[in-house]
C-alpha cells in the first residue's frame, strides 16, 4: 500500500442505516484498528440498489468495488480476502459502476448521489455541481427560464406541469418579495427519491432551487420536509449551514448582488401537506387545508406573495440543465415526456431500489429486467403506480410505455415514479377498502364528496367484502367514486377513486369471494 | 417559555414551536395552547385547531420510545398488516396506546420512505427495514436493554441548531 489512505465508503442513507449500515461502518473502523490497516471511510448517500444495503465500497486503481449486503460478521472476512485491494469474495459484485443495475440506467439528476461525500462542498464542485449555478449567476433571468421551458421538464411531484411555464408565471410577476419552496413531503407510499437525493446529494437541491430564485427574483425560500424523515432533515440543514458559509446561499451569491436565503420547514404527518396550497398553508403556520384555485400559488402563493412551488426532483433536475443546456436534457425521453425520472421499485420486489431512465421504458422492463420480478419468488398479480392514489394495474398492462400521456389514458400515474408490487397473495378487496380507509384518515376535510364519501366507499367496501348485497354495494360504490371525482377540490378525493376502480375493474374476483349462498341470508339479515 | 422566545422572529412559527415543544416535553400540554395563542396574538382556537390537525402532535404524555410502524402499501406487500397484528399483541397495546411499563409509544404512519426494505418500522429517529417479527421483538428487546441509548443523529425536526441566515 502506497502512502495514501484507502478510501471505504459506507452510506448513511436512511435505508442503507435501516438495514445496519452504521453497526457495519463501525466494525470496519474496528478490525482496520485491529489489524493496523489505515484507512478513511466515507459516509456517502446511496447508489440506489438497495436491495445491495449496507453495500460497502472500496476505492481501487480501477475504480469502485462493491460488497454487498455486508452485516459486521462479514467484515473480518472481507479482510482475510482483501476487500481493502479489490479482493474477491462471496459478497463482491466487482466495479460498482458495471453493475447491470447501475450500468444500464441514465443517471441526470442522481449523477452524483452515492459517488460523493453528501457534505464536502469540495466534493460537490469537483463533481460538476454549482456549474449549472455560476451559469445561471451570468444570465438573465428570462435566459434561465427559458432553458427550463426549453429542456421539457415537468413537475415530478405528480401532476407532471412544465416547471419553465410556472416560473415564467413567477417572473412576471409583480411583488415587492416572492418565494420558492420545495416540496419535500413525499408522502406517497412507494416513493423514496426525494429523500435519498436529499441525504446523497443535499447541495443539488439548495444549488436548483438558487437557481429558480435567481430566474424568478425571488430572495427567500424553505423546503418542506416531511416529519417521518429526521435524517435527511438533519443533513440538509446541515448542509444549508455548509453553503452559506462558503457563500453559496445568502446576500451576495459568490460575489454577485443575488441574494438567496433558503430555510428548513418540518411537517407533522399529514399527507395532504404535500398538495401545494395545503403545503403553503403548513408553511404559514395553519392547519393544512386545501386553498380554491385561482388564485395560483405562482401568483398568491405563500403569505400571499408570487410562489415557485416545485418537488424536489424537478428541482434536483434544473443543475444539469443549466449546465449542459435545455437541449442536452430534452433528448432523454418520448412525446411530451422529456428527460429522465427516478423510478422508485418498491414492496415485494426482489430488486428494489432507484432505477433513473428516460421516459419511454416500460413496467415490464422495469419490474422483470431490473426488479428481478418478487422477492417471495410468486409470480406478480398487481403493482400500484404513482402512489396512494393511482391506480393498481395487472400484468396485462404491464406493456405500457412510462409517459405522462399514456399513463393518464389508463387512469393511471406516472405521478412521483412510485412503483408499489404485490405478489399473488394480494387481497384486491382489500386494497380498494385502503384506498378508502386512507383517504378517511387523511382528507382535509374542506370538502363533503372526501371527507364523508371516503368514508361511505369504506362502510360499502366492508359490506362488499363480507359478501352482503355483493351487486348493489359495487353499483353504490361506483356512484360513490363517480361523486367523488366529480365534487372534490383537490386530487385527495379526486383520484382515490382510481386505486379503487383500477382494483374492481382488473381483480373482479376479489370482491366476489364469500358464496352467493351466504349473501343471501346477509341480505334477510338487514 | 424560551422555546418562544427562540421561534417567535420565525414567519408561520407555530409549527416549528410546537416541535420544538414536543422534543423537549414529548407532547404538547394542554397548558401550552392558551399560552401559545397569547404570545403569538392567535386565539386559542387557531391553536388548538392546528395541534389537532397534525397527526404528528401528540396530546398525552408518550413512553420512553416512540415506535412507528408502517401501514402503507409498500409495506402491506411485504406483510405489514401481520406485523402491526403482532406488534399490538406482543407490546399489548393498540395504536396510540403505551405499554403498561411506560417503555413505548406505539403509533402508525403512512410510510417511512423505507419502501424497497419493507416493512419498515422507526424507533424514536432510527429507521428499520425488513422488519419481520422476530425482528421486531429483537429491536424491542434491544431498546428496553438500553434505556438511555440515543439516536446516532441529530434531533431535527425543531428549530434549534439551526443555521444562522435563515429566511425570517
Ligand atoms: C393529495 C396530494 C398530495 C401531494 N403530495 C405531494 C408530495 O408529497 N410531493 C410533491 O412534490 N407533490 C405532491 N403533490 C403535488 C403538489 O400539489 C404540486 O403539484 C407539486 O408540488 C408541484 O411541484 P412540481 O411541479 O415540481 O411537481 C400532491 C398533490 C396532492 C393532491
Ligand atoms: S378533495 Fe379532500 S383533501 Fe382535497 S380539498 Fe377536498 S376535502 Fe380536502
Ligand atoms: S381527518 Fe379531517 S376529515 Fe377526517
Ligand atoms: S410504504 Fe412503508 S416505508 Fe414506504
Redesign the interface.
Known sequence: MSGHLITVFVPRD??A???GA?AVAAAIRAEAAKRDLPLRIVRNGSRGM??L?PLVEVETPEGRVAYGPVTPADVPGLFDAGFLTGGDHALGHGLTEEIPYFKKQERLTFARCGIIDPLSVEDYRAHGGFRGLENALAMSQAEIVKVVTDSGLRGRGGAGFPTGIKWNTVMQAKADEKFVCCNAD???????A??MIIEGDPFCLIEGMTIAAIAVGAT???VYMR????????IL?HA??LA?DEGW??DNIHGTDRTF???????????ICGEETAMLE???????MVRAKPPLPALEGL?GKPTVVNNVLSLCSVPIILDKGGEYYRDFGVGRSRGTLPF??????KN??IVEKAFGITLHELLYEYGGGT?TGRPIRAV?VGG?LGAYLPPSQFDLPKDYEAFAAQEAMVGHG?I????DS?DMAQ?AR?AME?CV??SCGKCTPCRIGSTRGMETLDKIIAGKNVDANLELLADLCDVMVDGSLCAMGGMTPYPVRSAVKHFPEDFRKKAPAVRVTHIAAE | MTIVEDNRHLRGALLPILHALQEEFGYIDEQAIPLLATELNLSRADVHGVVSFYHEFRREKPGRHIIKVCRAEACQSMGANALVDHIKKRLQVDFHGTTADGAFTLEPVFCLGNCALSPAVMIDENLHGRVSPDRFDELAAETRANPTAHNQIPRALSHKDSHKGHAQ
Do not use: C
Open positions: 436512511s435505508a442505516l435501516s438495514v452504521d438497495l436491495y444495503e413525499e408522502g406517497d407510499s412507494g416513493t423514496f426525494d429523500r427567500s425560500g424553505y416529519s417521518e424523515y429526521p435524517h435527511a432533515t438533519a440543514r444549508i449551514k452559506y446561499l445568502g436565503h433558503l430555510d428548513v420547514r418540518v411537517g407533522a404527518g399529514a399527507y403548513s408553511l404559514e403556520g395553519k392547519r393544512g403569505f422508485q421499485l418498491a414492496g415485494n420486489i428494489g431500489g422477492i400500484q396512494p412510485g408499489v408490487v404485490f405478489d394480494v386494497q385502503f386512507f384518515a387523511e
